[in-house]
């Protein structure tokens, strides 16, 4: 047998098995083929009969030939492997390694993380004398930590629970998955459209007929669902992500009387980015006026910590809760016990509020300063402009967005076109969401002078 060894010896035993790998996988040793004995394979290509044993050994193990007895070593029949033409995958995304200016949803203020405070309380929360923290932990989560949160809504959102109704998880899609098996297999699932859910194939991967519903100035508009009894309802009252739109309070108490109606009918109401509202005071939550028991409550520390924490959370009304202990008991946590207890002496010593009154003036700064770079630009229009940490804004249509899109990634900057949370992924070509958390104020300004200059390039008239 011919074998094209590299000069490089080092590595003699992995080079070995990999060729006759590859010739088999290729079927330039073809099905029942016998292999050269042990023997002289190691006098053909001068090396050692163990390497050639152990490279026969392995090819065996792994079912790549079979030996027989007295015989010798054959080869066995291998599919062919199906080779996708990753050249005709290739689309217009960058590879992520490669973003030099990322204006995704995605991070947060990396520099203005809370480095030594959550060192200090990491280091806490491993202590000896805890023997419970070694355990695989409740089902619901770390009760410290829950109650810290209980606290922590009242105070923030004017929501009263108690801790038990508590949730925690390690995402807000595994909380989603939860109340998918705590609902009735009629259950039908309605979505803002465009919204995150319509993002992250998560959501709606399993479900046969996800409802997209459209939203006016006021908020989700719901009169597709008036004759539907069994269905639960995802909203973004307080931003609608992606658009921006607050949710009127008419609005939200016609939400709240329509799901009123069936003991069925539930709303989920995720809270993702209530802390960062610059001006004002936030809107009152859903579930601050939810008098029927009837919204489950989301939030999660990713957008407010950073996305390595994995913690979520969700508030169950009662009926929903009773479920739920007598069917997932037996679960396992799927966050860390040191992490929850980190987190929750965290927000029991006031640095969490410290923190987040500390990155909403940073944010807001950020968040100033992007608009005002971008009123610069003549061919940019703001639908909205909530003030957030996503910027909606629309390119005009004497811009070919196609050369746009191809200009950005050739510049390394990354943009997150509208469609990608629509129910059909189209007809918003030219309208893109701008995230600026992870960016400090000289990417902001470089990213917008390329966005400026992609324009440029990119006029048709």
């Given at each position: 047998?011919?074998?094209?060894?590299?000069?490089?010896?080092?590595?003699?035993?992995?080079?070995?098995?990999?060729?006759?790998?590859?010739?088999?996988?290729?079927?330039?040793?073809?099905?029942?083929?016998?292999?050269?004995?042990?023997?002289?394979?190691?006098?053909?290509?001068?090396?050692?009969?163990?390497?050639?044993?152990?490279?026969?050994?392995?090819?065996?193990?792994?079912?790549?030939?079979?030996?027989?007895?007295?015989?010798?070593?054959?080869?066995?029949?291998?599919?062919?492997?199906?080779?996708?033409?990753?050249?005709?995958?290739?689309?217009?995304?960058?590879?992520?390694?490669?973003?030099?200016?990322?204006f995704s949803i995605s991070g947060v203020d990396y520099d203005n993380f809370p480095y030594k405070v959550m060192q200090k309380y990491m280091r806490e929360a491993i202590d000896k004398d805890d023997i419970k923290i070694l355990d695989k932990g409740s089902y619901k989560g770390y009760e410290p930590l829950r109650k810290a949160i209980k606290t922590y809504l009242k105070n923030s959102r004017n929501i009263n629970t108690n801790s038990r109704n508590i949730i925690i998880s390690s995402s807000t899609e595994h909380l989603f998955s939860m109340i998918k098996k705590l609902l009735t297999d009629q259950t039908l699932f309605a979505f803002e459209n465009p919204g995150y859910a319509f993002g992250n194939k998560f959501y709606t991967y399993d479900l046969k007929n996800p409802i997209p519903l459209d939203l006016d100035d006021e908020g989700v508009k719901i009169d597709k669902l008036t004759d539907l009894n069994a269905l639960c309802l995802f909203v973004t009252p307080f931003h609608q992500f992606p658009m921006g739109t607050v949710m009127s309070i008419q609005r939200r108490i016609e939400l709240l009387n329509w799901a009123s109606l069936s003991k069925d009918r539930y709303i989920i109401e995720d809270d993702y980015d209530s802390e960062f509202k610059f001006k004002g005071y936030p809107i009152e939550s859903l579930k601050a006026m939810d008098k029927n028991s009837d919204v489950i409550y989301f939030g999660s520390f990713s957008k407010l910590i950073a996305p390595s924490m994995k913690i979520s959370y969700m508030v169950l009304p009662d009926d929903l809760l009773k479920k739920y202990e007598n069917n997932?008991?037996?679960?396992?946590?799927?966050?860390?016990?040191?992490?929850?207890?980190?987190?929750?002496?965290?927000?029991?010593?006031?640095?969490?509020?410290?923190?987040?009154?500390?990155?909403?003036?940073?944010?807001?700064?950020?968040?100033?300063?992007?608009?005002?770079?971008?009123?610069?630009?003549?061919?940019?229009?703001?639908?909205?402009?909530?003030?957030?940490?996503?910027?909606?804004?629309?390119?005009?249509?004497?811009?070919?967005?196609?050369?746009?899109?191809?200009?950005?990634?050739?510049?390394?900057?990354?943009?997150?076109?509208?469609?990608?949370?629509?129910?059909?992924?189209?007809?918003?070509?030219?309208?893109?969401?701008?995230?600026?958390?992870?960016?400090?104020?000289?990417?902001?300004?470089?990213?917008?002078?390329?966005?400026?200059?992609?324009?440029?390039?990119?006029?048709?008239?």
């Open positions: 047998m011919y074998l094209n060894l590299p000069n490089d010896k080092k590595y003699l035993y992995e080079q070995i098995y990999e060729i006759i790998k590859n010739k088999i996988i290729n079927g330039e040793i073809k099905e029942d083929e016998k292999l050269p004995s042990i023997r002289n394979l190691s006098k053909d290509i001068n090396v050692s009969k163990n390497t050639i044993k152990k490279v026969y050994y392995k090819l065996e193990e792994e079912g790549y030939i079979y030996a027989k007895d007295k015989s010798g070593f054959y080869c066995r029949k291998i599919d062919d492997l199906i080779i996708l033409n990753k050249k005709e995958l290739k689309n217009n995304k960058i590879d992520d390694e490669k973003i030099k200016y990322d997932f008991k037996d679960l396992s946590n799927t966050v860390s016990n040191f992490l929850q207890k980190a987190l929750a002496s965290f927000i029991r010593s006031g640095e969490f509020e410290k923190h987040i009154n500390r990155m909403k003036n940073i944010y807001y700064k950020k968040f100033n300063f992007i608009v005002k770079k971008l009123e610069e630009i003549e061919e940019i229009s703001f639908p909205t402009k909530a003030d957030s940490l996503n910027l909606l804004i629309k390119i005009d249509e004497s811009v070919d967005i196609r050369k746009f899109n191809e200009v950005l990634n050739e510049k390394s900057l990354r943009l997150i076109n509208l469609n990608r949370f629509s129910f059909r992924k189209a007809g918003k070509e030219n309208y893109f969401i701008l995230g600026f958390a992870n960016l400090n104020k000289k990417e902001i300004d470089e990213g917008i002078e390329i966005i400026k200059f992609a324009i440029k390039k990119s006029k048709m008239y």
